[in-house]
């Protein structure tokens, strides 16, 4: 079965979207690899809506010499949405629907890994249904207040096992955890 991987920026205090450019000042060159490096595995990417339409404006328009851009344009994209009718970006496909019946679908399927790059909302509703494999954080040393917090949503009881901690210059510490298998209440074949 295929894995799961999602990939976010966050507060120190559980942010992971709100106004405002609160990561720039702790993104590196050295990230920007790390990031390109946790994509080699998958062959699959899996976005929400507001991701979808950053990423579909950027990265067509970026050269093939960089390897973000050349991995996200000739790779499929499954687009998570209940309000597009319609995604035009190269390898592209809507899904509507049940999220678990059709992200569980996906992971069914042959192939490599699938990445989450940033949806947050995305991300957490994963988590929260139990079908994420790996998150890899980047935590940036700042508190931003208010905003979409990842795991307000989770399981209480939600068991992450640390598989790499990298520290940059500007204060971010990088995080990479295996999430536990956990028992839902609400799914059937958990009781």
Partial sequence: MRKLAAGLFMSLDGVVESPGDWTGPYFTDEMAEGIAEGIKGADAVLMGTTTYRIFAE????????NPMAAFLNRTPKYVV???????????????????VDAVTELKECDGGDIRVPGSPRLVRSLLVAGLLDRLDLTVCPVVVGGGLRL??????????????STASATGAVGLSYRLAATTRPDCPRDR
């Fill in 81 to 99: 949405s209940s309000t597009l009718d319609t995604v035009d970006w190269e390898n592209s496909v809507l899904v509507k629907g049940n999220l």
């Fill in 58 to 65: 950027m990265w067509p328009a970026q050269g093939e010499s």
């Fill in 151 to 164: 795991f307000d949503d989770v399981v209480a009881g939600t068991e992450l096992e640390l598989l790499a």
